[in-house]
């Protein structure tokens, strides 16, 4: 099987929750609640620390999913880069 380089984030989809994921992080996921998708960014506790934090509520799925995909911003760079080697 093919494996993902750093940074090769896909969702995984179901009727109500997808999650973004690549090989080493959840990036974030959206859930379907009462007809809205719930859209949320893995990598920040929320305001309370209790939680993941959310980026806000959508009419459609891919309007959720892209609040997730802009929030991930500039992707790490490697140790062996960002060391000068």
Same mark, same amino acid.
């Given at each position: 099987?093919?494996?993902?380089?750093? *940074?090769?984030?896909?969702?995984? %989809?179901?009727?109500?929750?997808?999650?973004?994921?690549?090989?080493? #992080?959840?990036? +974030?996921?959206?859930?379907?609640?009462? *007809?809205?998708?719930?859209?949320? %960014?893995?990598?920040?506790?929320?305001?309370?620390?209790?939680?993941? #934090?959310?980026? +806000?509520?959508?009419?459609?799925?891919?309007?959720?999913?892209?609040?997730?995909?802009?929030?991930?911003?500039?992707?790490?760079?490697?140790?062996?880069?960002?060391? +000068?080697?």
């Amino acid at each position: 099987m093919e494996q993902n380089t750093p *940074g090769d984030a896909a969702w995984r %989809d179901s009727n109500s929750i997808c999650a973004l994921a690549d090989d080493e #992080r959840h990036w +974030g996921h959206i859930l379907r609640i009462g *007809g809205r998708w719930y859209a949320f %960014d893995a990598t920040h506790f929320n305001n309370t620390s209790n939680g993941f #934090r959310c980026l +806000g509520t959508f009419a459609s799925r891919g309007a959720a999913k892209q609040a997730v995909e802009q929030n991930r911003g500039p992707q790490p760079r490697p140790f062996w880069e960002a060391a +000068g080697a």
